[in-house]
């Protein structure tokens, strides 16, 4: 079955950078279209990254444009999320996505 597993969060300060891994199974990774996603308390769920099976194409929130880059190893099935200049308001559960199949999120909390 489809499994996602996310891991990397943490309590960082402002400023600082994380890097969080989504180890995947089940299916064909390699020509799996992925996103992460992210949730912020009392917020609703809202869409960071996308990435193409090659990784030839990604998408960003305006949010995290230019601070964030998502990417792939397909030889590992590992989705990755390298975050840089990062922000308070950047804290939330981070979720690994692909269609309807959701990991259960590893927590960013940004704090000095």
């Known amino acids: 079955q489809v499994q996602l597993v996310e891991s990397g969060g943490g309590l960082v300060q402002p400023g600082g950078s994380l890097t969080l891994s989504c180890a995947a199974s089940?299916?064909?990774?390699?020509?799996?279209?992925m996103r992460w996603y992210r949730q912020a308390p009392g917020k609703e769920r809202e869409l960071v990254a996308t990435?193409?099976?090659?990784?030839?194409?990604?998408t960003y929130a305006d949010s995290v444009k230019g601070r964030f880059t998502i990417s792939r190893d397909n030889a590992k099935n590992t989705l990755y999320l390298q975050m840089n200049s990062l922000k308070p308001e950047d804290t939330a559960v981070y979720y690994c996505?692909?269609?309807?199949?959701w990991g259960k999120g590893t927590l960013v909390t940004v704090s000095s």
């Open positions: 996505n692909k269609m309807a199949y």
């Open positions: 990435i193409t099976g090659t990784g030839g194409g990604t």
């Open positions: 089940g299916f064909t990774f390699s020509s799996s279209f």
